[in-house]
């Protein structure tokens, strides 16, 4: 029984339309007809232009670059629809801004993520649905439900299609021993071995690595993380696996491509074979992506998504790994 709304809706902000949109042809629906504009003093403006009294509205926003504009859409967006006594609201988030400030890294430090999180709350979000939170406690700091799909079951089927299951030639490789667990999942799925990265960040953006933690030589290595920002810590292990592990080739994949200052660049000299990212964030349109990147779309898992959370159903597949 569905005790929330007669119908559903999807809106979106300007973050991610083309997402938006291929979300709502996987449900079989048009996008909800609003716009999200700037006044000129750079105020946001929101304008809902058809009912959603009672219905169960979903707003798709990542609050990727630039980040603080589109997090107001977001909240401007929710608040309007609670001002306009939508049923539910689901704040549907590809991509969390905000979550690598998740902990205080030092002294007088804020806890951005925790703000974030509040924010959204406070503006009347019924629940959140996201992908691949940088820190799974995020999830905690929210009073309200929060679904967190797993972006890796995307890249398993790409793999196990290109390289097939069990196969004792592939080898995943963890960049950071932060991301271990994500790793050692990825490689179960896969069937094959797994490998860590050891490396000490020396400072932001910037690390060294120290050492590879299992035998990579002769292997085809893939990467996997969830952020790919400045590419220095990707492309650093990249370089490690290739030339002190002696892999035999290396490609990579990423949930969130954020693709900032240099990264462009780093990844067309690295040694990586292939770079694989999600289209939770689009790809910047001021530059030209490179050859050696291919996105793959998330529409058909967040539409299974709102699809379930909608008439009650459990999505717990989606988030497992």
């Known amino acids: ?124 979000a019924d629940r959140v649905l996201t992908m691949d939170l940088h820190a799974a406690q995020i999830q905690g700091f929210f009073d309200i439900p929060v679904d967190n799909l797993a972006g890796s079951n995307i890249f398993v089927k790409h793999y196990v299609k290109k390289f097939g299951k069990n196969n004792e030639d592939i080898m995943v490789v963890s960049p950071d021993v932060g991301s271990t667990a994500r790793a050692r999942a990825f490689a179960m799925r896969l069937g094959c071995n797994m490998a860590i990265v050891d490396k000490r960040r020396e400072r932001a953006n910037q690390s060294e690595v120290m050492n590879i933690i299992g035998n990579v030589e002769g292997k085809t290595c893939i990467l996997l993380d969830d952020i790919v920002d400045t590419a220095g810590s990707l492309c650093g292990a990249a370089k490690a696996i290739k030339e002190i592990g002696g892999a035999k080739e290396v490609y990579a994949c990423a949930t969130h491509g954020v693709l900032s200052g240099p990264a462009l660049d780093r990844i067309n000299d690295s040694c990586i074979k292939e770079l694989l990212l999600l289209d939770t964030i689009p790809f910047p349109q001021d530059k030209v992506q490179p050859e050696k990147i291919e996105y793959l779309t998330t529409a058909s898992v967040f539409a299974e998504a709102i699809r379930r959370i909608y008439e009650e159903v459990s999505i717990s597949s989606f988030f497992e790994t």
């Open 1 to 124: 029984m569905i005790s929330h709304g007669k119908e559903i809706r999807v809106f979106a902000g300007n973050s991610n339309l083309a997402l938006a949109q291929a979300i709502c042809s996987d449900l079989f629906m048009s996008l909800g007809s609003a716009s999200v504009s700037q006044f000129a003093d750079g105020e946001c403006s929101v304008s809902v232009y058809e009912p959603v009294r009672g219905k169960d509205v979903f707003i798709v926003q990542s609050t990727c670059g630039p980040v603080n504009n589109h997090l107001m859409e977001l909240l401007i967006m929710i608040d309007a629809m609670r001002r306009a006594s939508a049923g539910r609201i689901t704040a549907v988030i590809p991509y969390f801004g905000y979550a690598r400030q998740d902990r205080k890294a030092k002294s007088r430090d804020p806890i951005s993520a925790k703000l974030v999180a509040n924010l959204i709350t406070a503006a009347g």
